[in-house]
């Protein structure tokens, strides 16, 4: 299909290909030049939605035939506010398992899991039964940490086990198991402050 100009602009191969464009070398490619786009106009109202799905069927949206999904959610109207959350298939039962909301709070409705991860913003975890994150190793002198930075300074906290000592750290600076502040070794059942503790005598605390 050309344009008046005689330039091509869709074109369709022999194996049902279609190339917007550019040339067909897949079912759909759509050629953007140095910076593409694909749009999908949604009508300005609440809970009115844009989908991407990802299916085994031409036409069915049932769970059996829904491999995943993506979908951009109006959340509100003036000003135009949404989310965007993407769905898995666990067994005929397409279910959300992410959802990032319009203040940028990413919601996992399972465990999230990885060798590295970084965020910004909140992230909340959703479990019928608990909530946490949990960090694991079975290696000694591997050890499993939470690190925070704010303003450029560092904090953090380790489990450390080399096999005949594990302790649990909370410190700070930029290298993990270095300047730790406060220490429980779960071997001697015992805690140590690395300086001074304070306790106002407001809190009427003993």
Do not use: C, H
């Not at 096999?163 to 909370?170: P, Q």
Request: charge should be negative; avoid cysteine; aromatic fraction near 8%.
């Amino acid at each position: 299909i050309s344009d008046g100009d005689g330039n091509n602009r869709i074109q369709v191969d022999s194996g049902g290909n279609v190339g917007i464009g550019t040339s067909a070398g897949q079912k759909v490619v759509v050629g953007g030049g140095t910076n593409g786009r694909v749009r999908i106009k949604v009508d300005e109202g609440t809970n009115n939605f844009g989908k991407f799905d990802f299916s085994t069927s031409d036409s069915a949206t049932s769970s059996a035939t829904m491999i995943a999904e993506i979908t951009a959610n109006i959340t509100g109207t003036t000003p135009l506010t949404s989310e965007l959350s993407f769905a898995t298939n666990s067994g005929d039962s397409l279910s959300n398992k992410l959802t990032i909301s319009s203040g940028g709070v990413a919601t996992f409705s399972g465990a999230l899991n990885g060798t590295s991860a970084s965020f910004s913003g909140v992230v909340s975890t959703t479990s019928a039964s608990s909530i946490g994150f949990l960090a694991q190793t079975t290696a000694n002198s591997v050890y499993p940490y939470f690190r925070w930075v704010a303003n450029n300074r560092s904090y953090w906290a380790a489990a450390i086990d080399s096999g005949t000592d594990a302790t649990f750290k909370i410190g700070s600076g930029n290298t993990i198991d270095i300047g730790s502040l406060f220490e429980i070794d779960s071997f001697t059942n015992t805690a140590t402050f690395n300086g001074s503790v304070t306790i106002s005598a407001t809190d009427n605390v003993i």
